[in-house]
């Protein structure tokens, strides 16, 4: 079983910057491929990006290639999502989520509880 715990959301405004970290609740984490989602009410999870275990490879939703960057840092059983030029649109809550495959589908198999992200125009 693996806890994941999403931080750094906030207020930002549009063009501005934040840094999403996900900590993990063990090692066991590094296993795992991880990735990032974000959901806004009403609508279905969409993917943003994935990285691999060993911190390669990594994929990115169209919407964000770019402007956000994803990272781990095994040592920390964490994981990042650094978002840069961010837009009104990019308001959402985010997730991170782990599992044994490496895709862009929202069947991971742990989930954290989400963090805000709102962007002001």
């Known amino acids: 079983q693996v806890q994941l715990l999403e931080s750094g959301g906030g207020l930002v405004q549009a063009g501005g910057s934040l840094r999403l970290s996900c900590a993990a609740s063990s090692s066991t984490s590094n296993i795992y491929h991880m990735a990032w989602f974000r959901q806004t009410p009403g609508k279905e999870r969409d993917f943003l990006a994935a990285?691999?275990?060993?911190?390669?490879?990594?994929l990115y939703a169209d919407s964000v290639k770019g402007r956000f960057t994803i990272s781990r840092d095994s040592a920390k059983n964490s994981m990042y999502l650094q978002m840069n030029s961010l837009k009104p649109e990019d308001t959402a809550v985010y997730y991170c989520?782990?599992?044994?495959?490496?895709?862009?589908?929202?069947?991971?198999?742990?989930w954290g509880q989400g963090t805000q992200v709102t962007v002001s125009s």
């Open positions: 989520a782990a599992g044994a495959v490496l895709h862009s589908n929202a069947d991971y198999l742990y």
């Open positions: 990285i691999g275990w060993s911190g390669q490879p990594t």
